[in-house]
């Protein structure tokens, strides 16, 4: 087995007892990414000599006995977050040569656990996107099929993770954004609480469902990450002052699941969905009905509203995030503009791509005057029947099992031109974002398509506000 | 209801947003079959149902207000990024 095959806590073990060191393990994965990364594209930037310099660091500290989950374990991180000195893009053309200043709360904190930064992951620009296509660097392709998108906006983070590139990353989930490419890349990928990690050093995208999270080879690698990224940040006054839960020791403790109810919601298991993908769903109910928990059927009767409410409110909050990029102090600055309104306009208009000038100006249209009435607000009030929907459930279920998405990865170019089909993408993930639930997708085995591959699909378990730890004891028995 | 290229260039300059030709037409179309799509909201009953603006159950979060001396190379690095003249951020005239 390659060294950067290896999961966090099997790395963990070796590194502790000797057998390798993290300057090994850190060459194995950037030796990954120079050999897989010119045909997957998952990378955007590669940080060897930093990368090198924190490996050599890290083994100093375990060799002085020093004891840390993630000490010397290498990762990358989706360049919509922070990085001190290295370049942070968003996949967009108007942050190209800018430089982060300084370092997102959870690299911060991933660096005083002396996890090692190997470089930035693709994604579609602003992370606007379901497929990595809207990356303004080219898109990213699946590991599994490379004709095949990773899914997105954390597109590059799941590929990464699914080739070994890493032994985890960083992304971030706004209304689907690690769990769908988790699932098309056949990973694990969490969405922890909305407040339960810090967005310091994010750059905002939709700020009421904005979700910083991990993407993982293992569940258990999911809560050690978890635990070290979680927490109250007096620079984020979105995140919770809940302890943060011992996830990992959580996970070991549970022999079975004896107790629990599992939801299954009718609304998730609509006719359109691919049928190969529903049996792969019923089969990992039946594995946690054997690990003794009762399924349920449960209706959360809005759940077809979750788009168009997901598609008025995130791009209404797009257009008031974005607005900060105008050409002055830093990114891109166009200088033939003879006045100020022109220099707004020109240096937008070629910085940013199709897809964030379209959410730009649906925003705009949802929030201008005439139109706030009838369309945010009336989003925000059938998005408190959504959250209600998932109280009510939850009052008869610990937990709800559907599918991550509606199908395997689809074809790279297959449904570029089509935003509206693209938004759909998020049918059975928006629901959790917008309640600001956890959630996670787990592999679910491989599926058929119609070109005879083999593709990785997902199965999603939603759990109650907070509830990480029982989200992941659970995900633990769908491996 | 139809978007016409009069209400998309509207849009645009309330955006901030130059646009060529091409893209008025596509973005025209396209806003249009996303605007019928989320009018199906419409169909919901939302009489006495309250918006949700967040939901981090939070309220009056406070910290001190109190000036924290940031990394001088930090703040040297966030300024270098733009144009400057004499320490200050220059900008295009406004009139």
Known sequence: ?479 | MAINIKEIEHIAELSRLELNAEEKTKFGAQLDSILNYVEQLNEVNTDNVEPTAQVSGLEDVWRNDSVKNWDREEVEDALSQGKLEGGQIKVKRVL
Request: proline residues 5%; contains cysteine; hydrophobic residues 40%.
């Open chain 1, 1 to 479: 087995m390659n060294l950067n095959e290896l999961t966090i806590k099997k790395a963990r073990a070796k590194l502790d007892s000797g057998e390798i060191t993290s300057r090994k393990l850190t060459e194995a994965c950037l030796a990954a990414i120079k050999k897989l990364d010119p045909k997957i594209h998952a990378c955007l930037l590669v940080d060897e000599v930093g990368a090198l310099a924190a490996a050599a660091q890290a083994d100093e500290k375990i060799k002085a006995g020093e004891k840390g989950d993630l000490l010397g374990i290498p990762y990358l991180c989706k360049d919509n977050i922070m990085t001190k000195g290295l370049r942070t893009t968003a996949a967009s053309k108007i942050l190209e040569n800018y430089t982060a200043p300084y370092d997102a709360a959870v690299v911060k904190k991933l660096k005083a656990a002396r996890a090692v930064l190997l470089g930035k992951t693709n994604l579609d620009e602003f992370a606007h996107g379901a497929s990595t296509e809207n990356s303004a660097y080219g898109p990213t392709h699946n590991p599994h099929d490379l004709s095949r998108v990773p899914g997105g906006s954390s597109g590059g983070s799941a590929a990464a993770v699914a080739s070994d590139m890493c032994i985890f990353s960083i992304g971030s989930d706004t209304g689907g954004s690690i769990r769908q490419p988790a699932s098309f890349c056949g990973i694990v990928g969490l969405k922890p609480s909305y407040g339960r990690v810090s967005r310091f050093g994010l750059l905002s995208m939709t700020s009421s469902t904005d979700v910083i999270g991990v993407l993982t080879k293992t569940v258990v690698d999911a809560a050690l990450v978890l635990k070290v990224i979680a927490g109250r940040d007096e620079l984020d006054a979105t995140t919770l002052p809940d302890t943060v839960g011992d996830y990992d020791q959580e996970i070991s403790k549970s022999e079975n699941l004896q107790g629990l109810t599992i939801g299954l919601p009718s609304e998730y298991f609509l006719k359109e969905l691919n049928p190969a993908v529903v049996v792969q769903i019923k089969k990992a109910a039946e594995k946690l009905q054997a690990a003794g928990v009762k399924l349920k059927t449960v209706s959360l009767p809005y759940t077809k509203y979750g788009i168009p409410v997901y598609y008025i409110i995130t791009p209404s909050e797009i257009s008031s995030n974005l607005a900060r990029f105008d050409g002055i102090g830093w990114g891109l600055s166009q200088d033939q503009a003879k006045n100020l309104q022109e220099f707004y306009k020109t240096n937008r208009g070629v910085g940013f791509g199709p897809e964030v000038k379209r959410r730009l100006m649906l925003g705009t249209y949802a929030l201008s005057a005439g139109y706030y009435d009838a369309y945010y607000k009336k989003a925000q009030a059938v998005r408190t029947l959504i959250i209600k929907d998932f109280v009510a459930a939850f009052k008869q279920v610990d937990l709800l099992l559907t599918p991550t998405a509606p199908h395997p990865a689809f074809k790279i170019g297959e449904q570029i031109n089509d935003p509206l089909t693209m938004y759909l993408e998020d049918v059975f993930v928006t629901g959790a974002s917008l309640a600001g639930l956890p959630a996670m997708s787990v592999p679910a085995g491989l599926v058929d398509t119609a070109d005879g591959q083999k593709m990785p699909v997902g199965a999603q378990l939603i759990a109650p506000r907070l509830e990480e730890g029982l989200l992941l004891k659970v995900a633990k028995f769908l491996e």
